[in-house]
């Protein structure tokens, strides 16, 4: 928890089935987060989201008597209050994905997940909420629209991509000096060569191509684009989402 500036610890509700004890046991024994409740009735949920007001919801899709969407739904009511929500789910079907995405949840993670790695993310997009100014900070929406369209994060090229989006939402002309200028730039910041960043953001959208996502891509952006065999380059995609960024504020 470094750079979470340390008011009081972050609390945290599980909205999830028993088969989640090892990750809720994890949160409690860390010292990290308060753990303020737990359930998987989706009803309770609600209610107790809307008494305890807790930092972060970690939520599967599906509850008893309302489902997950359904909850995020009626504890909108919080507006400012609202936790940052964690989707975890065994269902993996894009259409959850996007609807997650969309719904603004701050993440959606495929089970079985690891304590840690949640933790990771949950550090990383508090971090985030505390240089926002109202809007959703840029790294979580370019995050969620990886996710959605299929590009894990955990490949290099992520990080990469992520990056050159950044740039060129900053100094959208840079689109236009890929080689020479962006490259070198994310090289430069990770450490590594132009020719690796080139390399690594081309796996990265192979990846997204070959687990059949291409319809999610088209669903963000409200109009066919691709399909299955026609591939965008790295600066056809970096300036896409760069532009939906720049648009949607």
Do not use: C
């Amino acid at each position: 928890m470094d750079n979470i500036i340390e008011k009081h610890l972050p609390k945290i509700y599980f909205a999830d089935s028993d088969e989640s004890a090892s990750v809720i046991d994890y949160f409690k024994q860390n010292g990290n987060f308060e753990v303020v409740g737990t359930s998987s009735d989706g009803v309770k949920v609600v209610e107790d989201v809307l008494n305890l007001k807790p930092d972060i919801l970690v939520m599967e899709v599906v509850l008893s008597n309302l489902d997950g969407f359904a909850v995020l739904d009626q504890i909108r009511v919080l507006k400012d209050k609202m936790p940052k929500v964690f989707f975890v789910s065994n269902l993996s079907h894009s259409g959850f994905v996007t609807k997650a995405v969309q719904s603004g949840a701050s993440y959606f993670m495929v089970k079985p997940i690891s304590p840690e790695n949640l933790e990771s993310r949950i550090v990383e997009v508090l971090n985030n909420s505390n240089h926002k100014d109202g809007t959703r900070q840029l790294d979580e929406r370019i995050s969620n629209i990886f996710i959605s369209i299929g590009i894990p994060a955990h490949i290099k090229g992520y990080q990469f991509l992520r990056e050159a989006v950044k740039l060129a939402v900053e100094e959208p002309e840079i689109i236009g000096s890929i080689t020479k200028k962006l490259y070198p730039t994310i090289a430069e910041r990770f450490e590594t060569s132009s020719s690796k960043v080139e390399r690594g953001m081309r796996h990265a959208i192979e990846v997204a191509w070959n687990r059949g996502k291409i319809e999610n891509i088209n669903n963000i952006f409200g109009l066919k684009i691709y399909n299955r065999n026609e591939k965008p380059t790295n600066g056809e995609l970096i300036a896409l989402i760069a532009d939906k960024m720049i648009m949607d504020g």
